[in-house]
Every structure is written in C-alpha cells, then in structure tokens.
C-alpha cells in the first residue's frame, strides 16, 4: 500500500495524465461506466421491488371506513349496569369482525371526568384490555373488569384499579339523537378512541401504548384508524310493522 | 484475541484437524443416527398427541384465557412479573426481550477472550447457567399459571362431606367475584394491591371476614349486596375463606 | 471402502474377441456414463469431495450431531408444511378454521401430518436452543467464527417468528388471541410500534388480511430467508471447519519440536 495514498491528486483526468483525457473532464470512462452499471442495476431492483414494497406497507396508510351501528334502544341501558354488546368492528369478515362493547348510561354522579358532549351520553367501554389486547371480562359481584392474561383490573369507570395496563379502557363514541331527528329512541355505536388517566380523548391507540406524560407522542395517531363519521346519514333502524315510522 | 492469539488459535486448530477423521462417513453416521432419532421423536409425539385445534376464532368472548404455546411462557411470565409496575409494561414487552436479543447477536463481539474451556471462562459460565435457570423457571412458573377465574385450592382435610361441598361452592364464589383480580390464591391470582388470602383463615375469624366482605377499605368493592340478596352464597363465600389455613 | 461388485466397472474385453455385455453391465456403464456427463459439465463431484471428504477434529462427539438436527428438522417443517399448503385455505370468513378440521378429520393421514407439523415445531426449538447452549459452553463462536454465531441468532430470531406467525392459522381461541397479544407486544415499540402492527395486520384491527398476511409471511418470506441463511451458515461451517473439543490440545509434530529446541 503506498504511503502517499491520501495524497491529494487533481480531479481532472488531464492533470493525471490519463491517456485519451479531454480538457475539463472528472470523470473517467471506467468511472462512468461503473456508475452506470450500479445505476442501471438499482433501477431495476427498485422497479419491483418498490411497487411490492409500497403494496405490503399500503394499509398503514389507508383510513378504514366505519358507520355507526345500533346497539339497542335507550331503555335498554341504565345507568348503574353494564350490558354487554356484540357489535362489529371490521365489515366483511363475519365472526372475526365482531367484539364486545360493555354499554351503560352515563351517570353524572360517576362520570363527571373528561369530556361531557353528545358522545358519550352513554359510555361504551371496549372489552380489550390496555395492556396486550385480551378479552376483559365484567365481574358484577366486584363491579371490577378483570384481564385473564396477566391481571390487569378496571374499575366500575373503566380506570386502571390493579395490575399492568397502561391506560383506563377504551371508549366507543355513542349517539342518541335527540327528540324529532330520525333515530330518535336508539343507541347508536361509532369508532373507538382512547382515553388518557383523566379520560380526555385521542385518536384511537392499540393496547400497551401509555397515552400519559410523552405517551402520546411516543406512540403517535395513525393515518389508517376510523374518524368519527358523520351523523348526517346515520343507518336507521328497521321498521316496526303497526308502529309506524 | 490480538493477532498472535489468533495465528496460535490457526495453528492448534489446524494440527487437530490434521490428527481427525474425514466428516463422510464418520461424522455424517452420526448426524444420520440423530436425523433418525429426531424423525422418531417428531412422529411419536404426533401420534401420541395429535394435532388437537380449539374452539373456533371468537372476538366476542369474555371468557377465554389466552395462553401462548410453552416456547413462549418465559415472556409470558416476564409480562406477569411486571404485572405491578406498569410505567414499565413497554420495557417488559419491547425492552427486556430485545436487550437480550441484542446480547445474544453481538455476544462473540465483547466476549473477545481466546479461552474456550467453559471451566476457565467463569463469567460465561455463570451468565450462561444463570440464563438456563432464568428461563426454565419463567417457562415453569407460566406453564403453572392458572386462570384468575378459577381457584385451584386443594381442600383442607378434615372436613366432612357436607364441608367439602360448601368449600368447592364458595371456591366457585370466588372465582366468579374476581376476587383473584387484586388478591393471590395459591398459584392463581394477582399480588396486590389486595393482600394474598391462601392463609385468610389462619390470620381472620370467619365473623371478621365477613365484616370484612361487608364493609372493606377501598378500593375493594363491597359485597354487601351479595348478603342481602343470596344469603347462601354469601355464608358459602365466608366459610371457604376461613378454611384457607 | 471398496465398491460394491455391482458399480465396478466392467473389465475390459480382449481386443480380438469383443464380449457383448450383459445387461447389468450395459445399465452399470449407461449410469457411469449420465453421472460422467452431469460430473463433467458441473464439475459437482469437485465440491462434494471438498465437502464429504474434509477432515473433522479429534474428539467430535454426540454434542456436535445437534445443528444438523435442528436442520433436519426444519426439512420436516418445510415438507410437512408444503403438503398441509395443498389442504389449507386463508380465508377468515369461514375457510381456514375448517379446512384443518378436514385436514385432521377426513383427509388421509391429515392430523399425523399436521401434528408432525405442529410438534416439529417444538422438536426445532428444542434443538436450536441445546445446539445454541453446545456452541456457547464450548467457546465455538469465538474468531474465526463470529459470523456463523450471528447468522445463528438471526435465524433464532426467524424460527421462533415462524412459530408466532404459525400459532394464528389454524384460527382457534388460541391462535386468534395469541396474535392479538403478539401483534400489541411488538406495537409497544415506541415511535415505530403502531406502524409495524398496523403492517402485520394490515389494518388498524384484525382485518380481511391479517390471515393471509401471516400465511405469506410464514411460508414465503421467513422460509425463503432462513433457506438462504442456512446455507451461508452451513457454507461458513464447512470453510471454517468443525470447531474442536476445547479440551483438547494438539500434538506437536515431531519437526516442530526439534527445531524448538535448537
């Protein structure tokens, strides 16, 4: 190796003496010759690779549709129990879509924490525990909800009362419109949202992620979950024959 | 290892595989033999235990307790362990298993000694057996993780049969009220924030027990409402737990 | 060894008198004749002698049978699982979960192969973690043999994904909560944690694709890379040859001595 390998030498292929240099030149032609080999290569790694790769990462980026379902009509949710609701998450794919939604009345004497708008007049908790996503289950005797994986426990409010879960359950956005809309007298069901310990709202996040301190920036919204939709077109409810509308 | 270290390494190295024996047929026996040892294994263990597959996929259960397949037991356990501190559910989930992944990748990179006799490199020997022993024990203990819905008690001798029913219904009692959501029995159950009631019995009467269910210091849930409405199952409650001695 | 009479080839005749062959030997010389030709073009028996042929230190015992193993049990997993592929649907809405219950109940030794599958998987674990603890206790990732202990954690790192990405597509209680609480343990990544699950799943929930997602990454993609690291793992065994016995110490040859004490 020579010692003088770090030595400044002239860019310009004249100036070192290459045989066939022209006035002005840099680059040499087995320089130019690699780059265009390496150029060309790339390019056509990236030609399908890109494509594939923007395919698989696709969905990352895609809002998913949601509308608002009924859960039941008013008199079917007091303010003291929590009934359990099947409902669907993700349209299209049967059982698999479905989950559970723990409904009660909001209760002023209880709920008097976070944010108190048309959206929760009744409260929707999310049977998914905060911790890893397992199914929570509603004990009536305790009025606790209990995680069967690694203990977590939730509190008639659905705060954090025990164990590991990182933030209170998550909440649905209810609607009960009001006397004189179409769909007055029933319950209706939105998109998920997320609750710090004080129970203000973000968009929704998936369990383990904290949403207290720099938990909400360490874990940022994403672009693919579903926005509240409108309550212009709400989906009405069947008809009752001798009813009326 | 500098370069003389590895030069002798080379050398010592070259002349003991100079003194050895062609891999065909001598070491290929002996990975044929285990080949044939493994296949049997795989194939017995089908045959003895099948390929059984559980109920069909159901989001809208609040029953279920997940369990992870035994090679998973030890993080399963580590999320357990974590259970109280749950500012540290990220490191249990994401930091401690990572960590170690890097410590293994990276292993041959800081541990640079030339020794390789596990009898004179007593910090491998120590780190390696105290990693074995970590994690058996982690896989042990998950794997003898019960649901907190169940209470898996063994019944106290000398009771009679009456006894023995009124022991098995209230261990149901318990099961159902959560009450392993905050409190340990036996093996099943969280430690806290309730104090752990395998040995209540020994410690309270049965009439302060009871008192106790009635009337707790918060955050315990109340049961006085299981007293006025099924008597029954209230005295069942307090009689099982004044036999845990 | 010497060779079975059979593959020997046949004496020539005397020239005078050209013997008709008969036809065992007429099929020994065409067989010769098609592994001459291959030898002859792919010059194969070259690398096969370098491979079959190179010596092993002293002293290898039953310890040193466990990589092959766990390799031989990821061709059980790659058979095995190739013919479950000839059965199985990805369909979430109704398809996956009962084309193994065919599997297991009414096709021909369906549950005998899907639980060598299934137990496989365990066996492999088994082994590539006795095989890990072999080359730690013995020092056999120490120079020259850094670079294999690392393909070896990363394929670690490969087989225990394929068990996670396999636990989901039976698509019982069990599989469908394990991947619930798998996808949010790999989200608690902070910054890039909810866009690796929203990748897995393809979606902000468990959607239409996260099946199909999960049996492409399991039968493609991970299989594809550890084929292809198993063989630079393999490829940079045999260059460096079997690590030694650490117990053991070499002989000095006789030279050497001699020219020490001079």
Not at chain 1, 40 to 67: E, H, M, T
Request: net charge positive; charged share 15%.
């Amino acid at each position: 190796m020579p010692a003088d390998r770090h030595k400044q030498t002239s860019k310009y292929t004249a100036d070192r003496g290459m045989p066939g240099a022209f006035e002005g030149e840099t680059v040499t032609r087995r320089r130019f010759m690699e780059a265009v080999t390496h150029g060309a290569g790339g390019i056509a790694a990236a030609a399908f690779g890109l494509p594939a790769l923007g395919f698989a990462i696709g969905p990352i980026f895609k809002r998913q549709p949601f509308q608002w379902q009924i859960i039941g009509t008013t008199h079917d949710f007091s303010e003291t129990a929590y009934v359990t609701k099947t409902i669907t998450i993700v349209e299209g794919i049967g059982e698999a879509g479905k989950s559970i939604a723990y409904v009660r009345k909001r209760n002023p004497a209880i709920d008097n924490q976070g944010p108190q708008d048309q959206w929760d007049q009744y409260i929707a908790l999310s049977s998914r525990c905060m911790h890893l996503g397992c199914p929570v289950r509603y004990v009536e005797a305790a009025e606790r909800f209990i995680c069967p994986c690694h203990g977590g426990v939730y509190n008639f409010r659905g705060e954090v009362a025990g164990g590991p879960p990182v933030r209170p359950l998550d909440r649905f956005y209810t609607y009960s419109p009001p006397a004189g809309h179409p769909g007055h007298g029933y319950v209706y069901l939105g998109p998920r949202y997320s609750v710090n310990s004080e129970l203000q709202r973000f968009s929704p996040r998936d369990p383990g992620e904290p949403l207290d301190g720099i938990g909400q920036y360490l874990y940022p919204a994403r672009a693919s979950t579903a926005i509240r939709p409108s309550i212009a077109n709400l989906p009405l409810p069947p008809t009752i024959p001798g009813t009326g509308s | 290892m500098n370069q003389a270290e590895k030069e002798q390494y080379l050398r010592e190295y070259a002349l003991l595989k100079n003194e050895g024996k062609p891999f065909f047929p001598y070491a290929v026996a002996k990975d044929s033999i285990m080949a044939v040892f493994v296949m049997i294994v795989i194939m017995l263990l089908s045959l003895l235990f099948g390929a059984e597959l559980g109920p069909k996929v159901n989001p809208t259960t609040t029953t279920y307790v997940p369990r992870p397949d035994w090679y998973f037991f030890f993080l399963f356990e580590v999320l357990r362990v974590m259970r109280n501190v749950p500012k540290f559910t990220p490191m249990a989930t994401i930091g401690i298993p990572t960590l170690c992944m890097i410590g293994l990748f990276l292993l041959p990179l800081y541990d640079r000694s030339p020794e390789r006799l596990i009898t004179r490199r007593p910090l491998a020997l120590a780190s390696g057996l105290a990693t074995i022993a970590c994690i058996a024990f982690l896989t042990f203990s998950g794997a003898n993780t019960g649901s907190p819905n169940q209470v898996n008690l063994p019944v106290p001798a000398g009771l009679n049969k009456a006894q023995r029913a009124v022991f098995m219904a209230g261990e149901v009692i318990v099961g159902e009220s959560g009450c392993e959501g905050c409190h340990e029995l036996g093996s099943n159950g969280n430690n806290g924030p309730g104090p752990p009631l395998t040995h209540i019995g020994s410690r309270r009467a049965a009439a302060a027990i009871a008192q106790t269910l009635k009337n707790p210091t918060a955050p315990m849930p109340s049961f006085a409402n299981l007293a006025k409405t099924s008597p029954k199952k209230f005295a069942e409650l307090v009689q099982f737990l004044s036999d845990l001695k | 060894m010497p060779m079975p009479k059979l593959l020997k080839r046949p004496t020539p005749a005397a020239p005078n008198e050209p013997a008709p062959l008969s036809p065992v030997e007429a099929a020994t010389e065409a067989g010769l004749t098609v592994v001459d030709w291959i030898d002859e073009r792919t010059q194969v028996s070259q690398g096969l002698r370098w491979m079959m042929f190179r010596k092993v230190p002293k002293g290898i015992n039953w310890a040193y049978t466990l990589g092959s193993a766990t390799m031989f049990a990821f061709l059980n997993q790659a058979v095995t699982g190739v013919f479950l592929a000839m059965y199985y649907r990805p369909s979430v809405t109704g398809g996956a979960y009962e084309s193994i219950r065919n599997i297991n109940d009414n096709v021909f030794l369906g549950q005998f192969v899907h639980g060598m599958h299934k137990w496989g998987a365990s066996v492999m674990i088994i082994l590539i973690f006795l095989h890990m603890g072999r080359v730690f206790f013995f020092g056999a990732y120490k120079y020259p043999r850094e670079l294999t202990w690392i393909i070896g954690v990363v394929l670690l790192i490969l087989t225990l994904a394929m068990g996670f990405t396999g636990y989901l597509l039976p698509f019982d209680q069990r599989s469908y909560w394990a991947t619930i609480v798998g996808v949010n343990i790999n989200n608690t990544a902070p910054f890039l944690g909810p866009y690796i699950g929203d990748f897995l799943r393809g979606g902000p929930e468990f959607g239409a694709t996260t099946l199909s997602r999960f049996y492409a990454i399991h039968m493609m993609l991970i299989p594809g890379l550890m084929a292809a690291l198993i063989g630079f793992h393999l490829y940079l065994v045999m260059k460096l040859g079997i690590s030694a016995p650490p117990w053991l110490r070499a002989k000095e040859p006789e030279a050497v001595r001699e020219v020490v004490e001079v």
